[in-house]
């Protein structure tokens, strides 16, 4: 290609400016024959093949506009499964300056991950750092905490050092099926603390009895039952309807414990007996006589 120069037969102004570019242009290609060897000589790629097609620029060279990129044609990748974010024109500048995103996801959405694998935070009596590791230390907690619960429930606690102890309380019904001597509660239903002592339940002595008056209420020869948890004494007199002898009979249990009898006599005499009951037995006054004998008076020692 030969040097262009150029004339201006009016000012001259514009052919110096032309040709001082020609001369610039001359030095920087050299003597260059073609287009091709001036962009090959400035590193300019080369020309986009001429025959009325459209091409698009990719590193491989020009492809035309109706062809889509391949993924081995995308310009950036550092491996053959690699997309980088370099490689999108503009997507790093858009993204730049920009607040995460929060993406939730619901339990069942996430597959493949372990409790091992999820850190944990200790707090508390749990050293764990994992939560699987966490669990199981809660598991052990666990049955260490329901294995205490059982113990108390056997346990005879106290409200504190100079308190008092809790000791079992419930119903009559709810003594031990199978009790041994020693054991103590406190019987609900009587109101009485109690022990088993000698193969039976046995109320401790308190000093809330007083002396009650039955005579109104009580009957001879009628059963009557200890209820009060705790032993009673039984004081009566009856009177021996004018016959000339007359005997009567404490009974507990069926067993004749106490007898007074007088001597014959035509007129009316008071005989007395006295005895004690034990706790949940029962008891009667008779009359072991002819005649007509009754109740003069009836007094029970008893809370």
């Known amino acids: 290609m030969d040097k262009i120069i150029f004339v201006d037969f009016q000012t001259k102004i514009a052919s110096a400016w032309l040709n001082a570019v020609s001369d610039t242009v001359w030095d920087a290609l050299g003597e260059a024959k073609t287009p091709s060897d001036a962009r090959q000589f400035i590193g300019a790629v080369e020309e986009a093949p001429d025959d009325g097609k459209s091409y698009l620029r990719a590193s491989l060279g020009w492809l035309e506009a109706a062809t889509a990129l391949t993924h081995n044609q995308l310009g950036g990748r550092d491996s053959s499964d690699a997309h980088p974010t370099s490689s999108i024109t503009g997507l790093d500048n858009a993204l730049a300056g920009k607040a995460m995103t929060v993406h939730t996801h619901t339990g069942s959405q996430i597959t493949g991950i372990t409790a091992t694998q999820v850190s944990f935070t200790p707090v508390g009596t749990i050293s764990a750092t994992s939560v699987q590791a966490a669990i199981a230390e809660l598991d052990t907690e666990t049955q260490e905490a329901l294995a205490i619960k059982s113990s108390i429930a056997t346990t005879v606690t106290k409200t504190s050092n100079v308190g008092a102890a809790n000791i079992?309380?419930?119903?009559?019904?709810?003594?031990?099926?199978?009790?041994?001597?020693?054991?103590?509660?406190?019987?609900?239903?009587?109101?009485?603390?109690?022990?088993?002592k000698a193969g039976g339940w046995a109320a401790f002595s308190q000093?809330?009895?007083?002396?009650?008056?039955?005579?109104?209420?009580?009957?001879?020869?009628?059963?009557?039952?200890?209820?009060?948890?705790?032993?009673?004494?039984?004081?009566?007199?009856?009177?021996?309807?004018?016959?000339?002898?007359?005997?009567?009979?404490?009974?507990?249990?069926?067993?004749?414990?106490?007898?007074?009898?007088?001597?014959?006599?035509?007129?009316?005499?008071?005989?007395?007996?006295?005895?004690?009951?034990?706790?949940?037995?029962?008891?009667?006054?008779?009359?072991?006589?002819?005649?007509?004998?009754?109740?003069?008076?009836?007094?029970?020692?008893?809370?």
């Open 168 to 196: 079992p309380t419930g119903l009559v019904t709810d003594r031990p099926a199978s009790p041994v001597n020693g054991q103590f509660r406190y019987n609900s239903t009587d109101g009485v603390f109690e022990g088993y």
């Open 207 to 303: 000093n809330d009895q007083s002396w009650q008056d039955f005579s109104a209420t009580r009957a001879l020869a009628t059963d009557y039952t200890n209820t009060t948890g705790q032993q009673i004494q039984v004081i009566a007199s009856i009177r021996n309807g004018n016959i000339a002898r007359c005997s009567v009979e404490g009974v507990v249990d069926g067993v004749a414990i106490a007898t007074a009898e007088n001597v014959p006599s035509t007129t009316e005499e008071k005989l007395c007996i006295t005895f004690n009951v034990p706790a949940g037995a029962t008891y009667q006054v008779r009359g072991a006589s002819t005649g007509a004998p009754s109740i003069w008076t009836w007094f029970e020692l008893r809370d």
